[in-house]
């Protein structure tokens, strides 16, 4: 049971008193891919810990990275984090915290490394998917909930990476260079306010350095912020391999190394760091320290001592989260465009024929990714949504259009991949040269095949975008273009049936400039979970409205995000932050620069007006009303920002709510406004660039 922490420090201290160095070491680091050591006599057992963020990872064998590859370890699956933050709602971020929580306890977890909290600097960056937003307030606020709803369970979450990880390329070695005002009052404070508001008992250093040392053994970072000035007692654990020198992480407050390899006796918080103290080089008071982090979790998730028989009992794969994920799907569709196209609604679409285009229609998503991936017990594709929704009464063709690669079921007659492949072998270059003619050639045909059968069908859907091959851990995309020839397809689809629905899954922003204009329903998804698939038909077939907001800026071009223009990223190892705290829309808004979409964009299929707004106590809330004038029931997020004057020169959001209306209805509103910096100029708008001030 959470006791006060001084409670707490005088129960750890009592045990610590009894543990040997041996035992003690062995606490601090990895004694297997993802546990610790425990203390048997004494009742500590191992501490154990899993991936995250979009579920509880599937187990790995105690010392190799081999999947143990039971049935026992599927899961529910849920939307990512990107996903979750286009919801913009707190009660859903925090329902799929509590399934999280509930599944980590469930199968045996002490600690879910979750959530993952980097801002998104560039839209660029492999792991986007697996953060919540550009934003530094809605990414606070949707956290703090998601991370109260994992703790519930008695597991603790853990915040990655802190920080600074914007990047993949040169992941384990890039150099951070940042003003210390923008790494504090912007990437840092994000962190913080997740920490005061819902006590996260762990957190991650990242791989990367700042101002030339490694996060993970950074004493500014971790032992002068971190737990100097924030206070933070909780349990810091470093990215897997992300320490590398002994006497350095020891003093830099970490508490546990964790790794990828198997000489765990090797480790640098093993014996290297055994000898450390034997030899009187390493005070042991700091192993001390660390070991009483280390209890202190346990006691608050109740593992040790007779508050075991208190630790909360859970369950894996109920119905409960299945519903509840498909709640948080629903809640995070976004419709980007709708020129009366929306919805295909069920009487009129009765005996029917609809052509559905596109991979993403008929994949998962799942399985991949990186560390984020999942032994999801099932995913609804969008194809099976649609035909579970309503595959009896309307006729649903699936064709696939384009292809990330050739896959065997599809292999073009007289032509053999693995034939290919073996050939390769013998003359590389050559036959490199032979598989790209062959993947191209593939394309042309499959896309031809789809726009040669688009006119026989009253309805053509297309879903594409990207997957876990472009958004993954380890990569960074080169820029935001479409993949796999798709322009080409829509390009040509849009122009024989310009009433084709275009649906773009993905991890974040991608062009769609080439084709843009000449498409009338757009609907963009992130990887939104085991129903995703039926959330999209839902909103399709205009089963529910749509009420996802892009949480991040969708820019014409890479270029466009002040981290790609002003800042660096990408190979070089010394990356400048100067942009500064123009992050995201900040930028956009400040240059005038064109987007495709602005953050907070997102509509549905109903109209609401505001009225009546007024800041109230000190500007600290504001008070309006909203009003649905359309016909179908909806929701709207109202949108709170703070303008740009002289003591800050950009724009920012500082305050929210997502508001469910039935048609017609009119509701009063007041929501708080988070303006540190105290009074300023404000205004409100359902999306950043379409706003009236109040
Ligand atoms: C990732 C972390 C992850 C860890 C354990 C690292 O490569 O950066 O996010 O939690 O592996 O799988």
Known sequence: MEGSIQTLKLRAEEILEQLTLDEKIGMIHGNELFRTKGVERLGIPPLTMSDGPCGVRADFKEREWIPVGN??????????????????????????????GEEARGRGKDVILAPGMNLKRTPLCGRNFEY????????????????????????????????????????????????????????????????????????????????????????????DILRGEWGYDGFVVSDWGAVHDTVKAAEADIDCEMSVTYDFDDYKFANPLKEK??????????????????????????????????RKDASYNT???????????????????????????????????????????????????????????????????????????TKIDYLPGYCSKIDADMTPEGTNWQAISLENSGGKSAGEEKAKKELSEYRKKIREEALSKCMDYDYVIFVGGLNHEIDT???????????????????????????????????????????????????????????????????????????GH???????????????????????????????????????CKHNIPVQFPFGYGLTYSEFELSDLQLKLNGRILKGKLENKGEVDATQVVQIYRLADETKDYISLVGFEKIYLRAGGIM???????????????????????????
């Open 668 to 694: 009063d509103f007041e929501i708080p406004v988070k303006d540190k910096s105290g009074m300023g100029k404000y205004a409100v708008g359902f999306d950043v660039l379409h706003l009236q001030e109040v």
């Open 132 to 223: 919540f937003s550009e934003d530094p307030f809605l990414t606070s606020q949707l956290a703090t909930e998601h991370v109260k709803g994992v703790q519930s369970w008695d597991v603790a979450a853990c915040l990655k990476h802190f920080a600074l990880n914007h990047q993949e390329t040169a992941r384990l070695e890039v150099d951070e260079e940042i003003d210390e005002e923008v790494l504090r009052d912007l990437y840092l404070q994000v962190f913080k306010d997740v920490i005061d508001d819902a006590n996260p008992y762990s957190i991650m250093s990242a791989y990367n350095k700042i101002y030339g040392e490694y996060c993970s053994q950074s004493k500014f970072l971790l032992g």
């Open 71 to 100: 049935t026992d370890d599927y899961v529910t699956y849920l939307p990512c984090n990107s996903a979750i933050a286009s919801t913009w709602d707190r009660n859903l971020a925090g329902r799929a915290g509590s399934i999280l």
């Open 277 to 310: 103290v034997l030899s009187g080089e390493v005070d042991e008071a700091l192993i001390d320290k660390k070991v009483l982090h280390i209890l202190i979790l346990m006691l608050r998730l109740n593992m040790i001592g007779e508050d075991r028989l208190e």
């Open 473 to 547: 851990e380890g990569l960074d995309r080169k820029d935001i273009s479409l993949p796999y020839e798709q322009d080409e397809l829509i390009e040509a689809l849009l122009e024989k049936r310009p009433d084709t629905i275009v649906c773009m899954i993905g991890g974040g922003a991608v062009d769609m400039t080439k084709w843009l204009s000449n498409c009338k329903a757009l609907i963009y998804m992130y990887y939104n979970g085991m129903e995703g698939g039926n959330a999209l038909a839902e909103v399709i077939i205009g089963d529910i409205a749509p009420s």
């Open 550 to 588: 892009l949480a991040e800026t969708f820019y014409c071009s890479a270029k466009d995000s002040s981290g790609v223009s002003l800042g660096d990223c990408g190979d070089e190892k010394l990356v400048h932050y100067r942009e500064g705290f123009d992050i995201g829309y900040r930028y956009t």
């Open 319 to 393: 119905m409960a989260a299945r519903q509840n994920c498909l709640e948080i799907a629903r809640g995070s569709v976004v419709l980007l465009k709708n020129d009366g196209i929306l919805p295909l609604i069920r009487p009129v679409i009765k005996e029917k024929k609809i052509l559905v285009i596109g991979e993403n229609a008929n994949r998962i998503h799942s399985n991949g990714g990186g560390s984020a991936e999942i032994k999801a017990l099932y995913e609804i594709s969008p194809l099976m949504g649609l035909k579970s929704r309503i595959g009896g009464s």
